[in-house]
């Protein structure tokens, strides 16, 4: 029994680690839409991050996640990303897309910039607009 708890102890801090770890590598938040929440059937929701330092330039894919069949919005979201692949001096945007059959349906339709220069990580809240009849 006292060789239990210590390991359960252990167990809890291991996760707790990997907790923050996992936290400190991802951009996280909600999207939100003002209207209808609910999604058309066959729709994919994809959040980009991206490096969007350069105005005359397209813009560098650095991470992204995929979410098939959401349903209705809020949608939470976690872009996982690799810290050596961020440049403190860059400057990073989110872009959220929602697709169905090939057609854009929602995106958003202002900058979101994260990451650096004092932008935020975590709990987020981009709104999204319809773009074409769901």
Known sequence: ???????????????????????????????????????????????????????????TLIASQTISKPERFPIDFAVRYQPSDIDPRATYGLGIRVTRNDRLIYINDTAFDVLTRGNPTHGLNVWVIAVDDP
């Open 1 to 59: 029994m006292r060789i239990a708890l210590p390991i359960i102890l252990l167990a809890a801090l291991a996760l707790a680690v990997g907790f923050c770890v996992q936290r400190h590598n991802t951009v996280t938040g909600t999207i939100t839409f003002q209207g209808d929440p609910t999604i058309p059937d066959g729709a994919v929701l994809t959040v980009e991050l991206r490096d969007v330092s350069y105005q005359d330039a397209a813009s």
